[in-house]
């Protein structure tokens, strides 16, 4: 497995018709965080503690909420907000 991002439950469901600009700020953020959990999380696969909690990231337009599950070597992204 390998570490990656995707929309939970689905980018439209996520998204919910926010503009193309901010939902490629979330995407650009999105590989940001997918790196670093990479990093923090060696063996994501075999990780056995606790999930991190939820966060929430600002970006140009609005912000989103995120998920990292190590086990699964996931970043989910469960809500985008513009403004």
């Known amino acids: 497995m390998s570490w990656a991002w995707e929309y939970e439950p689905s980018e439209e469901h996520v998204t919910g018709g926010a503009p193309p600009a ?21 063996a994501g696969a075999a990780y056995q503690g606790p999930s991190p909690r939820g966060e929430n990231h ?20 469960l809500r985008v907000t513009g403004w």
């Open 22 to 42: 901010l939902i490629a700020e979330v995407e650009k953020k999105a590989d940001e965080l997918v790196r670093a959990a990479a990093a923090l999380y060696l």
């Open 58 to 77: 600002l970006v140009p337009g609005g912000m989103f909420v995120c998920q990292v599950i190590p086990r699964l070597e996931r970043v989910f992204i």
